[in-house]
């Protein structure tokens, strides 16, 4: 099975169908099931300029020379503060900065959304949002697609896209552009085969300015047989398959992008080929692979294992993915609720190839739940919610979910620097932004209730 895909403004899910390319991202996305809770791109700059304007809480303690160093919370939002042991410490409207022990731990409440940070070193820093500027948005192009009678066309610039033949309008911005330079892929599909067209380099000018005319070449057809971009999965148990997605980049986004189904080949192996990709498109390659048992009955859920990696310009094919680089997944997750939560797993995986763990629990309605996220050192097998006001979370009595995250990346050292909601922004969201790191993950779901169920029992 071959899923062509194109790249769109707020980014996508290799297990979503893609959102019209090139729609605005809304303030607030809803979160639906573990893994696909999309986070509005401004968060970053909405974050710093909070932490810019907003002064510490006149409440906070003022730091001891005989007490453990401060810590910095560089978030913002109500916080507060526990020692080892549970103890509620303090509170500070973040940014802020506490005496807090080391091992303490931290939690705070934006919106709908509750984080927790475990095991907290002395005198660390929590400064988990990372800056991008908002994207300049540039002239638009103009094209006029010729038809290709029973096939189905698509054209992409990375920041928009369009279907059918005719005339049509596409965005520019500089997520899309490297070097001041776009470019524009049009594919036309029927029956697995097609043809497509290629401009490399456009050069657009400020958005004030009417769309550009793109004249467009004559359509080529793709390469068949051996030339088609192949992928081969060594390692591969007998009770695995697994997804690959390729993504040809242009600065910040996938000009084309294509998922395939790894199909067991010889004996420990598996093949995905891709039909309708070239090796040239794009200005650089992100290959993000997932992996799950073929007995999973709902692959949404299923336990995965990732890992996104840059590859080499132009696409070698066949490339060869090693599957024994994959972190090994969290095994035995059981959930334990009352007063609090609870969550016991236990990691295969030494410590040393894991920078932390994470688990998100979930309540409420399934398709907008209340979240908390923990985020702790490689080493837990345990997580307890800590007692928290009521004023940061209100979490219901019988949770929806709770997803147990193992997570490397080579970029981001210490469990304490991390991203705000890593695996949406790292792998799920728009892995050609964060291209390299790995994650393996176990998702637990509340038994489901029989529709005839008496409410009374």
Not at 415 to 425: A, E, Q
């Amino acid at each position: 099975m071959i899923l062509i895909t194109t790249s769109c403004g707020g980014g996508s899910s290799p297990s979503l169908a893609s959102a019209d390319a090139g729609a605005e991202t809304s303030d607030v996305e809803a979160a639906t099931v573990p893994g696909y809770h999309l986070v509005p791109r401004t968060s970053g700059s909405l974050a710093r300029r909070a932490v810019s304007d907003a002064a510490p809480d006149a409440n906070v303690p003022a730091n001891d020379a005989n007490g453990p160093p401060l810590l910095t919370v560089d978030w913002f939002g109500a916080a507060v503060f526990h020692d080892a042991q549970g103890n509620e410490l303090g509170r500070a409207n973040a940014p802020a900065k506490f005496p807090l022990p080391d091992g303490g731990s931290v939690t705070f409440g934006i919106g709908y959304e509750t984080f927790t940070f475990l095991d907290v070193p002395a005198g660390a820093t929590l400064r988990p949002f990372i800056e991008r500027a908002y994207p300049l948005i540039r002239q638009s192009i103009h094209i006029n697609v010729v038809d290709r009678s029973g096939s189905s066309i698509v054209a992409s610039t990375g920041c928009a896209s369009a279907t059918g033949p005719g005339e049509h309008v596409l965005s520019l911005d500089d997520d899309c552009l490297e070097s001041g330079k776009g470019e524009l892929f049009i594919y036309a599909l029927q029956n697995g085969a097609g043809a497509y067209i290629e401009v490399k380099d456009i050069v657009a000018g400020i958005a004030e300015l009417d769309p550009l005319d793109v004249p467009l070449p004559d359509w080529t057809d793709f390469p068949v047989g051996d030339e088609r971009v192949r992928l081969d999965t060594t390692g591969l148990p007998d009770a695995v398959t697994g997804v690959v997605g390729l993504y040809a980049v242009r600065g910040h986004l996938a000009v084309m992008g294509t998922m395939a189904a790894v199909v067991a080949s010889d004996a420990g192996s598996g093949t995905a080929l891709a039909d309708a990709l070239l090796p040239t498109t794009g200005t650089h390659w992100i290959r993000s692979a997932s992996f799950y048992p073929f007995a999973s009955l709902d692959g949404e859920l299923a336990a995965r294992s990732y890992r996104t990696e840059p590859l080499a310009y132009p696409l070698a094919s066949p490339a060869t993915y090693d599957f024994g680089t994959l972190l090994p997944i969290p095994a035995h997750l059981a959930v334990t609720q009352g007063a609090g939560a609870t969550i016991t797993f236990d990691l295969p995986a030494p410590a040393g190839d894991v920078d932390r763990i994470v688990a998100t629990f979930a309540w409420g309605d399934p398709k907008d739940p209340i979240l908390w996220h923990v985020v702790t050192k490689p080493t837990t097998t345990r997580i307890s919610l800590p007692n928290i006001p009521s004023y940061l979370a209100t979490p219901e009595a019988s949770m929806l979910w709770v997803e147990v995250r193992a997570e490397d990346h080579p970029d981001v050292e210490g469990w304490v620097n991390v991203l705000k909601d890593w695996h949406d922004t790292f792998l799920f969201q728009s892995p050609e932004q964060w291209p390299t790191g790995r994650m393996s993950r176990s998702v637990w779901q509340a038994p489901a209730v029989p529709a005839d169920a008496d409410a009374a029992d």
